[in-house]
């Protein structure tokens, strides 16, 4: 596997990445990829079918500058920001049946991850919801999936050190909820793990075996993806 700690400058080129990588490999690329990046700035991202209006506090963000984007994969809303740890998977379906369907794929990476950063924390990791990553049932990182034929995006955040008691001002209290998580807001709902990213990106990298850097970056398709979709109200604003 391949890997690459790459952050661009802003938000909707991060995202066109993550989608443009995928293309690659479908595409051909023959190699498995690995990447992470660390935003710089805060903005709000929904799923692929998200909807703002309900999931959304569209009048705070406007006030407060937040860009409000739509990524490729589903789940839920999110805000991100200085604090967070992104990774992106981008993995052959047809290399391991445990990747064959959307379920059986988030329990493989799930437990894979909870094994690989359980060193890091005195606290037991649980997996809780579909894929939740939690210190006693306080979430410290979702994710998300997109799968095309042969191969699949699987991405996700962990929390490190960011300022949770913002989130509430831009995301209201979702209305699809995990049974897990309740009726809870979202500063009595997650947590950061106080893990420095150095460590959980090598955790991460050892459990994929993920030594070779990715040299060929799409560069030109993140570019194109970037300002024909992400940067544009047509996409993130189309439910």
């Given at each position: 596997m391949k890997y690459t700690d790459l952050t661009f400058m802003t938000p909707e080129h991060n995202l066109a990445c993550d989608e443009a990588l995928l293309d690659v490999c479908e595409d051909g690329y023959p190699h498995e990829i690995l990447r992470f990046w660390e935003p710089t700035q805060f903005f709000v991202v929904v799923g692929y079918s998200g909807k703002i209006r309900s999931e959304v506090n569209l009048s705070s963000c406007q006030k407060s500058a937040i860009p409000i984007l739509r990524r490729s994969s589903g789940g839920g809303t999110i805000l991100q920001g200085p604090g967070c740890l992104?990774?992106?998977?981008i993995l052959r379906i047809e290399n391991s049946h445990k990747l064959s369907r959307i379920t059986e794929t988030n329990s493989y990476i799930m437990e894979r991850h909870k094994e690989a950063l359980q060193p890091l924390v005195a606290?037991?990791?649980?997996?809780?919801?579909?894929?939740?990553?939690a210190l006693n049932t306080l979430k410290f990182s979702g994710n998300a999936q997109r799968r095309k034929r042969h191969v699949l995006l699987f991405h996700g955040t962990f929390l490190l050190?960011?300022?949770?008691?913002?989130?509430?001002?831009?995301?209201?209290?979702?209305?699809?909820?995990?049974?897990?998580r309740g009726n809870r807001v979202h500063k009595n709902f997650l947590t950061?793990?106080?893990?420095?990213?150095?460590?959980i990106k090598e955790a991460l990298q050892n459990s994929w075996n993920a030594r070779e850097r990715?040299?060929?970056?799409?560069?030109?398709e993140i570019e194109q993806l970037a300002k024909a979709r992400y940067k544009t109200d047509?996409?993130?604003?189309?439910f």
């Open positions: 992104n990774f992106s998977l606290s037991k990791i649980g997996v809780e919801g579909f894929s939740d990553l050190d960011f300022d949770i008691s913002v989130i509430e001002k831009f995301i209201p209290l979702p209305s699809r909820r995990p049974s897990y950061n793990i106080n893990v420095p990213s150095q460590k990715l040299e060929q970056i799409p560069y030109e047509d996409w993130n604003f189309k």
